[in-house]
C-alpha cells in the first residue's frame, strides 16, 4: 500500500483523494488557498446561503465554524409560515411538517378578576390566519435545522460541509483587484492545530458569525440600539403539570409575578418557557444576577398558580436581557462611496432582538435567502456586481421593521395588565397586538421597494393578490399531465432561476393563436426574449427563466397534445421531455387560484417571480417589450 506520493495528508489512508471540483474535508486536511465565497458562522443564516450555493459545484464554497461540531439542542426554535414556504424550496418541508410541533393556537391568561393570585384564560387566537399561506408556523429545535440544511449540502453536487473549529481573526479588502480581493485570516478555535493561523483569499465573505461578529467589526460595523433592562430566562423541560393549555402556545401575565410564554416543542414531551425574573438597573446585566435553572422554575409556579410545574429534566437553559439592535449597513462599501460591496452581514451579526416574537433565526435566514441569488447570478456572469448593492438596501429595511415591531412588543408582554382588562371589560393589549402582528409573525409582511428588481405596480390590478414586493402567494392547482393536486408555488426551488407564471384568460385553452401560445411562442424564439437573450449554449431552455402556465378549466376540458412546446421542453443529457409545466384550476374544491389571488379572468396576465419567491412584475399576456425590458436591466 503506497500513500504520499502527492504530499502528506494525515488520517485514514483508504480515503482518497477528492475527484476534481471537490476538496478533501476534515482535522488533517488543508484548507483552500482561494474560494469565491466565504461565510462565517453554521447557524441558520450561514447554513441556508450555503445550502443554496453548494448546488453550484463551479463557485467554490467554503463556510467555517469555530465550534467543534454542530450544536445538539437549545438556541432559536420557532419557524413561521414565509421560512416554511422557503424550506419547500430546499425540499425538507415535509420532513419538517412531520417531526415539529404545529402552533394552531395561541391562548392568554391574565389574572382572575375573582382571586387575582391565580390566573384563568381569558382568550384564544387562531394562530395562522385563513388562507395567509398554505405552510403551518412549527416550532422545532435549532440543532435539527441546522441538520436539514447540512443534509442539503452534503447531498449536493459539491458536497460541501463545514470546516469546523476556525474563527476569523482578520479580513482585509484590496479594492485595486477583482482577483479574490478579500483576504481572511483563520485561527484554530479548537486546539487540534495549536492556535495555527491560515490564509484565505475569497471574492466575497459573508460574515453569519452571531452578534459579536468579527466580520462585522472588521468592516466598521457597529450594533447601535437600547435595553429592555429586564432580565428573562428561558428552558427546555421535561415537566409534568396540571396546566390545561401546556400543549398550546400560551402568553402568560401574573398579577405582580411577571409573564411566562409557552412554547410546545416536537414530539410531545418537551415544551418551552420564557420566565420574565427581575428589572435590572441601567449599569446592569443579567448575568450579574447569577440566575440558576431553579430561580426560573421557581418564578415559573409562582407565575402560574394555583397551577403548578414538577420539572422532572432541563434539557436546555440559558438566561439572557432584553435588547434591540441594528447595524447601519450590512456590507462594507463607506457611507457615500461607489463601488460594489465584497463583505456582507446577515442575521444577529446585524440585528438582535428579543426572542419572544419568534422572529430571529426567520429573519436570519430571508437575509441569506435574499443575498444567495444574487451571488450565484454574479458569480455566473449573469448579473453585474451591482446587484449585490441590492441586499444591504432590501434588508436594512426589513430589519427596521423586525426591531421597531419587536421593541413594541416585548415592552407590551412585559407591562403589568390593567383592571380594565383583567374584569374584561376591554380586551387585553397583547390580545390585540398579538392580532396585529398575525402578518409580521408569520413572516409574510415584506414589501419590498420599487427598483430595477421591482417593478412599478402599472399592471397591478391584473392580479391585485399578487402584490409586487411581496412573495409569491401560493394557491391550489392541478398539473394537467397527471391530474395531481398541489400548490403552484411549491413548483419553485431553491436553484436561483426566475420564474415566469402565465395566467391565462378566461377563453384560451392553447390552441394556436392563443395568448399562451403567443407569448411561449415569443419566449422560445424571438431575438427580444429573455429566455433567448439570458440563456447560454449548451443550457437547458429553463435554466434561467422557469416559464410555466395556469389555465381556467379543469384538467378534463383541455388538450395536452396543443400545448407549446415551450411548456413541454426537452432538457438534460437525453433531451427528455419535462412534462410539469402546465397546470388548470383546482377542482375538487381546494380553491379557485384566479379568485383566491385576484387574477384577471378575461385578460389573464403573466407574474414574474424572482429567485428567491418575491413577486417583481405583472404584465398582460402581450407585455413582451416590457419583460424584454425588466430582465435586461437585471440580466446580462
Known amino acids: 500500500m503506497q500513500f504520499y506520493k502527492n504530499g502528506f495528508r494525515g488520517g485514514n489512508p483508504d480515503v482518497k483523494e477528492a475527484a476534481p471540483n471537490r476538496r478533501n474535508r476534515g482535522i488533517n486536511e488543508p484548507l483552500p488557498e482561494k474560494v469565491d465565497v466565504l461565510i462565517a458562522g453554521t447557524g441558520p443564516a450561514g447554513l441556508c446561503l450555503a445550502a443554496q450555493l453548494a448546488q453550484f459545484p463551479e463557485i467554490e464554497t467554503m463556510i467555517i465554524e469555530r465550534m467543534p ?230 418564578a415559573a409556579n409562582r407565575i402560574i398558580k394555583p397551577y403548578s410545574l414538577d420539572v422532572k429534566e432541563v434539557v436546555w437553559w440559558s438566561i439572557y436581557d432584553i435588547g434591540h439592535s441594528i447595524t447601519d449597513k450590512f456590507d462594507d462599501v463607506p457611507e457615500g462611496e461607489d463601488r460594489n460591496p465584497r463583505v456582507f452581514t446577515a442575521g444577529d451579526a446585524c440585528h438582535t432582538h428579543s426572542p419572544k416574537a419568534g422572529q430571529g433565526m426567520n429573519v436570519s435566514m430571508q437575509d441569506t435567502f435574499n443575498l444567495g441569488w444574487k451571488l450565484v447570478h454574479v458569480l455566473q456572469g449573469r448579473a453585474d456586481a451591482s446587484l449585490l448593492r441590492s441586499y444591504s438596501k432590501e434588508r436594512l429595511t426589513e430589519a427596521k421593521r423586525l426591531v421597531e415591531t419587536d421593541h413594541k412588543w416585548a415592552r407590551i408582554m412585559s407591562a403589568p395588565t390593567t383592571q380594565a382588562e383583567r374584569d374584561g371589560t376591554e380586551e387585553p393589549r397583547i390580545i390585540r397586538q398579538f392580532k396585529e402582528n398575525l402578518e409580521f409573525t408569520g413572516g409574510t409582511a415584506v414589501k419590498y421597494d420599487t427598483s430595477y428588481l421591482f417593478a412599478a405596480g402599472k399592471h397591478q390590478a391584473l392580479a391585485t393578490g399578487l402584490e409586487i414586493g411581496r412573495r409569491f402567494h401560493s394557491a391550489p392547482v392541478v398539473r394537467l399531465s397527471d391530474v395531481k393536486q398541489m400548490q403552484l408555488g411549491h413548483v419553485a426551488e431553491a436553484d436561483a432561476r426566475w420564474r415566469i407564471y402565465a ?87 381546494q380553491g379557485d387560484i384566479f379568485d383566491m389571488r385576484g387574477i384577471d379572468r378575461d385578460q389573464g396576465c403573466m407574474i414574474v417571480v424572482r429567485p428567491d419567491q418575491y413577486v417583481a412584475h405583472v404584465l398582460p399576456l402581450d407585455g413582451f417589450d416590457e419583460l424584454s425590458a425588466f430582465f435586461a436591466g437585471v440580466l446580462r
Open 69 to 298: 461540531t454542530n450544536i445538539i439542542k437549545g438556541k432559536a426554535d420557532g419557524i413561521n409560515t414565509r421560512t416554511m414556504e422557503m424550506f419547500q424550496a430546499f425540499g425538507f418541508a415535509d420532513k419538517v411538517k412531520r417531526e415539529t410541533y404545529w402552533v394552531n393556537q395561541t391562548a392568554f391568561w391574565m389574572p382572575d378578576p375573582k382571586n387575582p393570585e391565580h390566573i384563568k384564560r381569558v382568550g384564544r387566537v387562531q394562530d395562522v390566519a385563513d388562507d395567509s399561506s398554505e405552510m403551518p408556523h412549527i416550532l422545532i429545535n435549532q440543532a435539527r435545522l441546522h441538520e436539514l440544511f447540512l443534509e442539503v449540502m452534503k447531498n449536493s453536487p459539491s458536497r460541501l460541509e463545514p470546516d469546523y473549529g476556525w474563527e476569523i481573526a482578520g479580513l482585509t479588502i484590496d479594492p485595486s483587484t477583482d482577483d479574490h480581493p478579500v483576504t481572511v485570516t483563520l485561527k484554530d478555535s479548537t486546539g487540534v492545530n495549536w492556535g495555527a493561523t491560515r490564509t484565505v483569499r475569497a471574492n466575497y465573505v459573508v460574515g453569519c458569525d452571531g452578534a459579536h461578529s468579527a466580520v462585522r467589526k472588521a468592516i466598521g460595523g457597529q450594533l447601535h440600539g437600547d435595553a429592555a433592562h429586564q432580565a428573562w430566562g428561558v428552558m427546555d423541560i421535561l415537566a409534568n403539570t396540571d396546566f390545561p393549555d401546556v400543549r398550546q402556545k400560551c402568553l402568560i401575565s401574573s398579577a405582580s409575578e411577571g409573564n411566562v410564554l409557552i412554547l410546545p416543542r416536537e414530539g410531545g414531551y418537551v415544551f418551552r418557557m420564557y420566565v420574565e425574573l427581575d428589572k435590572l438597573r441601567p449599569d446592569e446585566k443579567a448575568a450579574h444576577r447569577k440566575f440558576t435553572q431553579e430561580d426560573m422554575i421557581a
Open 503 to 589: 395566467f391565462a384568460g378566461k377563453a384560451d385553452s392553447s390552441g394556436a393563436g392563443s395568448a399562451i401560445h403567443k407569448l411561449a411562442d415569443w419566449l422560445e424564439t424571438n431575438v427580444n426574449s429573455p429566455v433567448v437573450k439570458h440563456t447560454r449554449k449548451g443550457e437547458d431552455i429553463d435554466a434561467v427563466i422557469d416559464f410555466r402556465a395556469v389555465f381556467q378549466q379543469t384538467f378534463d376540458q383541455l388538450a395536452y397534445e396543443d400545448m407549446p412546446s415551450l411548456l413541454k421542453p426537452k432538457t438534460g443529457k437525453l433531451g427528455l421531455q419535462d412534462h410539469e409545466k402546465v397546470f388548470c384550476v383546482d377542482h375538487k374544491g
